[in-house]
């Protein structure tokens, strides 16, 4: 588990950009309830999250369509609520930093570590804007 007080300003950057922090797994559980499209972002310390994912994710809300709601749990930090969200993005294998994309309830589309890895925030963006033109 990592300091909270380590973790803060990436916390910090996604709740800025509007991303509502669940950290129960019933946080999850109603997040996922809603309708409409959430996107959840399973955020981390690692370079590929501070220097693609979370730029990425925030790059892909500047056009007009986009997620109902907007998510984030913190792997290695919020264990029990980055557990649930792993939960109901299986088939994919547990993996941060990821980000996943719900339509009432139901896994539509998936961006894992190694999408991420090697790819820069705009081809990051621009996958997530392309799906966002299919499900939102």
Do not use: W
Request: aromatic letters at 6%.
């Amino acid at each position: 588990m990592y300091p909270e007080e380590l973790v803060k300003p990436m916390r910090q950057e996604l709740v800025n950009a509007g991303f509502q922090e669940l950290y129960t797994a019933k946080d999850v559980e109603d997040a996922l309830q809603k309708e409409g499209t959430t996107l959840v972002m399973v955020n981390s310390v690692c370079g590929c999250a501070a220097g693609t994912a979370r730029p990425g994710a925030i790059a892909s809300l500047q056009l007009d369509k986009q997620p109902d709601h907007l998510t984030t749990v913190f792997a290695g930090v919020d264990v029990e609520s980055t557990s649930k969200a792993r939960e109901m993005m299986i088939p994919f294998p547990p993996s941060s930093p990821s980000i996943a994309l719900f339509k009432d309830g139901q896994l539509v589309h998936m961006l894992e570590r190694h999408h991420i890895e090697g790819r820069s925030a705009e081809m990051i963006a621009a996958n997530l804007v392309g799906a966002y033109d299919e499900f939102c």
